[in-house]
């Protein structure tokens, strides 16, 4: 894997919809937590420009790790490891002014790119209405979902071939129980 080219960590959902904006979170928080990540890696928070995606994409990095709060039927602060390749991303019709990940992929050879290996970290929301602030069982996923992207950065960074995924779900962290 070429250093100059690298590993894509993007951060995407609408912090003003409550656990969509899981995605933005992990990425703030792996930037600001002050373990450097190896070389090539670059972290951003796109949120909902979809249309800045795409054309970082055109770059041509590596590999490309989404960051993103995604219904996996699992319960509420549920990490879900996925990898996503072309067939798994059918059609959708892009949107400039929004946030489609599988819309901004699909259509990325239109605009000349390729689609890089393609990484989600996932956790299933509990609450994506209007408000501002994960939920409990969101925010309290948020720790392990930087330690998954930190383990999957170092495994798409480590040289040799393209790595496997790691098992697809990690279970929910622990609530605290009220009596």
Do not use: W
Not at 91 to 101: L, R, S, V, Y
């Amino acid at each position: 894997m070429s250093e100059a080219r690298g590993v894509l960590v993007a951060g995407i959902g609408n912090l003003f919809l409550g656990d969509d904006g899981f995605g933005p979170e992990v990425v703030r928080r792996l930037a600001a937590d002050g373990e450097p990540l190896p070389g090539g890696v670059r972290v951003v928070d796109y949120g909902i420009r979809g249309m800045h995606l795409a054309y970082d994409l055109l770059d041509g990095y590596d590999a490309l790790v989404l960051v993103d709060a995604c219904a996996g039927g699992g319960v509420p602060g549920e990490l879900t490891l996925l990898q996503v390749g072309v067939d798994d991303l059918g059609t959708g019709e892009f949107d400039a002014h929004g946030m489609n990940p599988v819309a901004v992929l699909a259509n990325l050879a239109k605009l000349g790119g390729t689609l890089p290996l393609t990484h989600l970290v996932g956790c299933t929301p509990a609450d994506v209405g209007e408000g501002i602030g994960l939920s409990e069982a969101v925010a309290a996923a948020v720790p392990p979902a930087v330690a998954e992207v930190r383990a999957l950065v170092a495994r798409l960074t480590a040289a040799g071939p393209s790595p496997a995924p790691r098992p697809a779900r990690t279970p929910a962290p622990e609530r605290p129980r009220r009596s």
